[in-house]
T-cell receptor, first 119, second 113 residues
Framework: KAGVTQTPRYLIKTRGQQVTLSCSPI?????VSWYQQTPGQGLQFLFE???????NKGNFPGRFSGRQFSNSRSEMNVSTLELGDSALYLC??????????????????FGSGTQLSVL | QKEVEQDPGPLSVPEGAIVSLNCTYS??????FMWYRQYSRKGPELLMY????GNKEDGRFTAQVDKSSKYISLFIRDSQPSDSATYLC?????????????FGTGTRLQVTL
């Protein structure tokens, strides 16, 4: 079974630009979460999607947004890039409790991430 | 103060040693506890998953959770050079059906020959 696929692997942008990152979850997984990883802050939760709806959101400014498509694939967008947005952006997929008879969906499976550099 | 504290290391041990990795946390609502391993330029990989307090063993890995002390540990027996990676603890408090993990910043482990 293929894992979580994130594209592109690397991106270089300049301040003020916008960027779109893509994530394809494991087949059958319908929950997709996004995390930002930086050396100083570690992994920080951005948002989670299920059934094309945002179910949970972290403490990031509105410049960070996302969406999920009917095939569970997800994209995240960052507008008006700042130097501090340079980070590894990780996507994780999981089964949703509605798929597991109510069992927890905390078992996240991560992709290799998109390394974003803002110059 | 961060909700989850983890010593960043680096931690260097000889091959065959027992490794102890730890995290402390402040949120008493956390119920689910995980350890992830992350190799350089890769995403985190789930190693261990436990619910509430107690021990769980899987091969060379043992996870311990002490909710009364708000302290979790990961032990690696007979450590191998291939165990060299960053180890991240993660935990969550169930909020409806949504999933949000709070991570430690990770401990970098180096196992030397």
């Amino acid at each position: 079974k293929a894992g979580v696929t994130q594209t592109p692997r690397y991106l270089i942008k300049t301040r003020g630009q916008q960027v779109t990152l893509s994530c394809s979850p494991i087949s059958g997984h319908r929950s997709v979460s996004w995390y930002q990883q930086t050396p100083g802050q570690g992994l920080q939760f951005l948002f989670e999607y299920f059934s094309e709806t945002q179910r949970n959101k972290g403490n990031f400014p509105g410049r960070f947004s996302g969406r999920q498509f009917s095939n569970s694939r997800s994209e995240m967008n960052v507008s008006t890039l700042e130097l501090g947005d340079s980070a590894l952006y990780l996507c994780a997929s999981s089964l949703h409790p509605t798929q597991t008879g109510g069992a927890t969906n905390e078992k996240l499976f991560f992709g290799s991430g998109t390394q974003l550099s803002v110059l | 103060q961060k909700e989850v504290e983890q010593d960043p290391g680096p931690l260097s041990v000889p091959e065959g040693a027992i490794v102890s990795l730890n995290c402390t946390y402040s949120n008493s609502a956390f119920q689910y506890f995980m350890w992830y391993r992350q190799y350089s330029r890769k995403g985190p990989e789930l190693l261990m998953y436990t619910y509430s307090s107690g021990n769980k063993e899987d091969g060379r890995f043992t996870a311990q959770v002490d909710k009364s002390s708000k302290y979790i540990s990961l032990f690696i027996r007979d450590s191998q050079p291939s165990d060299s990676a960053t180890y991240l603890c993660a935990m969550s408090a169930r909020t409806g059906t949504a999933s949000k993990l709070t991570f430690g910043t990770g401990t970098r482990l180096q196992v030397t020959l």
